[in-house]
T-cell receptor
Framework: GAGVSQSPSNKVTEKGKDVELRCDPISGHTALYWYRQSLGQGLEFLIYFQGNSAPDKSGLPSDRFSAERTGGSVSTLTIQRTQQEDSAVYLC?????????????FGPGTRLTVT | GESVGLHLPTLSVQEGDNSIINCAYSNSASDYFIWYKQESGKGPQFIIDIRSNMDKRQGQRVTVLLNKTVKHLSLQIAATQPGDSAVYFCAENTGGFKTIFGAGTRLFVKA
């Protein structure tokens, strides 16, 4: 079956521009996560959506970062006024339900380069 | 795909040998641990997990060992194959949805 997909796979943008990254989770998965992975680092949690509940935004590094999830399915991560330190791979994951007992399935990521 | 980390600790093993990848976790309250494998250009993939009430769990060719006394986790891969070459992450969870990932170890398998 189809896994988690993300688009674009690569994005190069100029400093100061806004970018939108898209995630299509596995159909039927109610939980969706966004992570950031910088070179030589592990995954940094950004935001978590579960069903129709308010998202947990505790990992967003600044107010330039926002995310939404429409209709409990597709999610968009928006970075406004991009900075060079935003360059990283942005990974999306989905799971059948909330909590650690549900395996997270990851997409291939979007590599963002801010020049 | 491109590398996800150019400055990671690296383990190089001969094909057919056993591999041991180590991880120190940070939170003594963590009660669930996961190992992930990430191949170049792909997202992490679940390998095996273990709960804090266990100290060993075996899967197919993989074994995870947990030492809560020193907050140490290890992943053992038996008869390592070229397809095992990847970056391996340990992750910890204290319950709920938030999982904390380690920095990763790159495994090279020499043919």
């Amino acid at each position: 079956g189809a896994g988690v997909s993300q688009s674009p796979s690569n994005k190069v943008t100029e400093k100061g521009k806004d970018v939108e990254l898209r995630c299509d989770p596995i159909s039927g998965h109610t939980a969706l996560y966004w992570y950031r992975q910088s070179l030589g680092q592990g995954l940094e949690f950004l935001i978590y959506f579960q069903g129709n509940s308010a998202p947990d935004k505790s990992g967003l590094p600044s107010d330039r970062f926002s995310a939404e999830r429409t209709g409990g399915s597709v999610s968009t991560l928006t970075i406004q006024r991009t900075q060079q330190e935003d360059s990283a791979v942005y990974l999306c994951a989905s799971s059948l339900g909330p909590g650690m007992q549900y395996e997270q399935y990851f997409g291939p990521g979007t590599r963002l380069t801010v020049t | 795909g491109e590398s996800v980390g150019l400055h990671l600790p690296t383990l190089s093993v001969q094909e057919g040998d056993n591999s041991i990848i180590n991880c120190a976790y940070s939170n003594s309250a963590s009660d669930y641990f996961i190992w992930y494998k990430q191949e170049s250009g792909k997202g992490p993939q679940f390998i095996i997990d273990i709960r804090s009430n266990m100290d060993k769990r075996q899967g197919q060719r993989v074994t995870v060992l947990l030492n809560k006394t020193v907050k140490h986790l290890s992943l053992q891969i038996a008869a390592t194959q070229p397809g095992d070459s990847a970056v391996y992450f340990c992750a910890e969870n204290t319950g709920g949805f938030k999982t904390i990932f380690g920095a990763g170890t790159r495994l090279f398998v020499k043919a």
